[in-house]
């Protein structure tokens, strides 16, 4: 599996409720720009700590499963470049699954622009 995913694949996440999208920009990027959907906000200086919660205070903060180690996890910001770090630093935790959604918010914004023309 590449470490890449693609825009069609972030589209069709709401078919994969078992696959997990972290949103790891700032909150007030999320508040200016919106989400995409399914996906949960972990800042990225938050990661670690989130990703090393217990399963239930988890579940409790960002209500959703804490994913497994194989949990597919799909990261992804404005860019694409805290996403990488994020891939990465999830990586180094033991996900062996985790994936940068290189385009990221840029490119969704945009094709979500084109599909409504």
């Known amino acids: 599996m590449s ?3 693609t825009y ?3 589209l069709d996440l ?3 409720p078992e696959k997990l ?3 790891v920009r700032n909150p007030d990027e999320l508040a200016e720009t919106g989400k995409i ?3 949960i906000n972990i800042p ?3 990661l670690e700590e989130g990703l090393k919660l217990a399963e239930p205070e988890f579940k409790t903060r960002y209500g959703r499963e804490k994913p497994a180690n194989e949990t597919e996890i799909i990261f992804h910001c404005k860019m694409g470049g805290r996403a990488q770090k994020a891939t990465d630093l999830a990586a180094s935790l ?3 699954n985790a994936r940068n959604y290189k385009g990221s918010w840029t490119e969704w914004a945009a094709k979500q622009q084109e599909a409504t023309k």
């Open 8 to 10: 069609e694949e972030v």
């Open 14 to 16: 709401p078919n994969h």
């Open 21 to 23: 999208l972290i949103d």
């Open 37 to 39: 959907p399914t996906s």
């Open 44 to 46: 990225l200086p938050q």
């Open 94 to 96: 033991g996900y062996t």
């Open 3 to 5: 470490a890449i995913a």
